[in-house]
C-alpha cells in the first residue's frame, strides 16, 4: 500500500509498526497496528484508498478480524497529541472498551472507518498516539 499511496503524495516516512497488548482476549494473530505518514494535497482520495484496501485484503469472514482506521491531519497533531498519548499508555496496559476509542474519535474529530465490532478504532488510535510526536503530513493508522 506504501507504494499505492505515492499517487497521492509523498510518503513522509517509514511505517511505523506497533506491537499491540499481547494480552488482549479480542486480538487477531499478530494483533498490531502501522501508522504512515503522508504529505498530501488530496486527504480524501487518501482515505478512499485506504478503506477499499481495508475492503479489499481484509479476512472479513474471521471473527476476529474487525479492522479500523483513523486519519489525522497534520494541523491537528498538536491539538490531539495530549489525548492520543494518554490513550496510548492506557491501552499498552488495560483493556480498553470500544466505546471509548469510538468516545475519543468522535469528541476530537478525527475522522475513522470501522469495520464490523469497531474494535479494530481501538489498535488504529495507538499508533496515531505515537505517530503524533513526528512531523509530517496526514497520519493513516489502520489494524
Request: hydrophobic share 40%; net charge neutral; proline share 5%.
Amino acid at each position: 500500500m506504501l507504494e499505492e499511496l505515492q499517487e497521492y503524495g509523498t510518503v513522509d516516512s517509514l511505517p511505523l509498526l506497533v506491537r499491540l497488548n499481547p494480552t488482549i482476549p479480542y486480538k487477531t494473530r499478530g494483533n498490531a497496528a502501522v501508522a504512515l505518514k503522508i504529505k498530501t494535497d488530496c486527504p480524501e482520495k487518501v482515505v478512499t484508498h485506504v478503506i477499499s484496501r481495508i475492503e479489499e485484503l481484509a479476512r472479513m469472514e474471521c471473527e476476529k478480524t474487525n479492522p479500523g482506521a483513523v486519519f489525522i491531519q497534520e494541523n491537528d497533531y498538536e491539538r490531539l497529541k495530549p489525548v492520543l498519548m494518554s490513550f496510548l499508555e492506557e491501552a499498552v496496559k488495560d483493556v480498553i472498551e470500544i466505546g471509548k476509542a469510538k468516545d475519543i474519535i468522535s469528541e476530537l474529530g478525527i475522522a475513522s472507518k470501522s469495520f464490523k465490532n469497531g474494535r479494530g478504532l481501538i489498535g488504529a488510535l495507538q499508533p496515531a498516539g505515537q505517530c503524533s510526536t513526528l512531523k509530517g503530513g496526514t497520519s493513516l493508522s489502520n489494524i
